[in-house]
């Protein structure tokens, strides 16, 4: 798009008035550009964890660090550990430095050791070197409360549409998405938070409020919507498609 600008002025404002994204690892990966990282990931840095230790990290109160599923956000959404982070794909490397520190302990929840060693290789060249190994299974939930802990709820266009219409007090629309997509394309009635920014931001929310997640395909939306819900929010959901569904509903109705 930059190429578009008719001129060496027009180039220059439209650079200046990007949004250029920093999230907290940076400064940690400066460093590393310039030393080098210490090794490439070991093969013992990622292996499936000990049943004792598979114990604990799939207890909420006895988890000694952050558990990231890497599995699909469909499988997320469908039956999780609570209190996990959803980052799967090159969303752990593009929002991974968001949500984590260097100091805590990471384990992973994934289909395969291939999913789980591919996932520890992003958080290794990004400075995680805490990683205590991974799990494959996810009980599904055998009563109606555990559901409800390990599920979370998905909505379409035309529900999003219903609740824009004739919105409830309590309830929320928030987009996750960049900057310059919202400029592009705003929800009505939306409030903006970039995903990045939601562990910093997430406090101004209130908890008691229904919030539904939305972003351009539905998977940030999922990734807020994870975080959220590790955070103690318990009424929330995803709007599935997000924009892309949006905008087709929009053409449709």
Known sequence: PGYQ??????????????????????SKMEQSNVTGMDTPLPAVACQKLAQDAQSAWQKRAERPGVLIDVRSHAQFRDCHYPGSLNLP??????????????????????DSHQQATESAEQLWRMGYQQISGYLTMVPKPD???????????????????????????NW??????KQEEVESNEFDQAKHIYLGYLPEMCQQLDKSRHYTLACGSGKRATVAASYLLAQGFENVDVFI????AWQSYQQGA
Not at 143 to 168: C, G
């Open 172 to 177: 929320q629309l928030l987009d996750v998405r």
């Open 143 to 169: 009563t109606i409360e555990a559901y409800q802990r390990q599920h979370v709820n998905a909505v379409t266009a035309d529900k999003v549409d219903e609740r824009i219409r004739a919105p409830l007090a």
């Open 89 to 110: 794909g090159g969303l752990l490397s593009a929002y991974g430095g968001w949500f984590l520190d260097y100091s805590t302990p990471i384990a992973l929840v994934a």
């Open 5 to 26: 600008c008719t001129s060496k002025k027009a180039f220059i404002e439209r650079k200046l008035k990007e949004n250029h994204y920093i999230a907290p690892y940076f």
């Open 241 to 244: 498609g997000s924009m892309q």
